[in-house]
């Protein structure tokens, strides 16, 4: 079955700095690549997706880029604020009989000081 | 409009008890998905629901966990001689379609404590 990794598992940055976060996936057939993001006591909550046709998408000061030869795919989140602070998950999905069911990496905890 | 709704948010249990968890997901979703989140971790599938169809359980830790979508709407997540090892929140997801590359919607979660 597919698996992803996450890196880094934690990320400090000051406020207005850059921020990436790096998955990768073994399963070439996987298709969809969203990112989630989590706050204390929440559900995951989508903030931006990626599909295997397209190699960037961007939305205001967010962006994700996806290499499918290398099987990795990147968020990018741009002058950072302390309100992106939470933890952010990748995730991928395939075809075939997978009906969407996500696989998630492991989670990135986002600080944003002040 | 309303999100994807679960209750308890809540639940502590004692071993051995057997607990139900109900997710009702976005009006007119096809796609319903349990996953588990231990602490510190990502959400691990659990099972998926097309319509009332259980179409895979292949996450199910094991013959203790049941769920079911009877009238293709809300759905529920039993877990039956509860087990220190099931404590975890268990979220529900739903999608308008057939779940392939769909955007999924999570609820806030049921956190269950079983001590």
């Known amino acids: 079955g597919e698996n992803v990794e996450q890196h880094p598992s934690t990320l400090s940055v000051q406020e207005g700095d850059s921020a990436v976060i790096k998955c990768t996936y073994s399963?070439?057939?996987?298709?969809?690549f969203p990112w989630y993001k989590q706050e204390l006591g929440k559900g995951p909550q989508l903030i931006i997706d990626?599909?295997?046709?397209?190699g960037e998408k961007k939305d205001q000061r967010i962006a994700v880029t996806l290499n499918k030869t290398a099987k990795h795919f990147s968020l990018h989140i741009t002058e950072t604020q302390p309100e992106d602070s939470a933890v952010y998950f990748c995730a991928a999905s395939g075809g075939g009989t997978s009906y969407g069911k996500l696989t998630f990496g492991q989670g990135t905890i986002l600080t944003v000081h002040p | 409009g309303a999100g994807v709704s679960q209750s308890p948010r809540y639940k502590v249990a004692k071993r051995g008890q057997d607990v139900a968890l109900r997710c009702d997901p976005i009006?007119?979703?096809?796609?319903l998905f349990w996953y588990q989140q231990a602490l510190g971790q990502g959400p691990e599938f659990l099972t998926y629901f097309q319509n009332e169809a259980q179409l895979d359980k292949s996450g199910l830790p094991s013959d203790r966990f049941f769920a079911e979508r009877p009238e293709g709407s809300v759905s529920t997540l039993k877990i039956q001689r509860t087990q220190q090892e099931d404590s975890a929140v268990y979220l529900c997801a739903s999608s308008f379609g057939r779940g392939h590359a769909e955007t999924q919607y999570f609820g806030p979660g049921t956190r269950l404590l079983v001590l």
């Open positions: 399963d070439s057939a996987s298709n969809y």
């Open positions: 990626i599909r295997s046709n397209v």
């Open positions: 009006s007119g979703h096809v796609s």
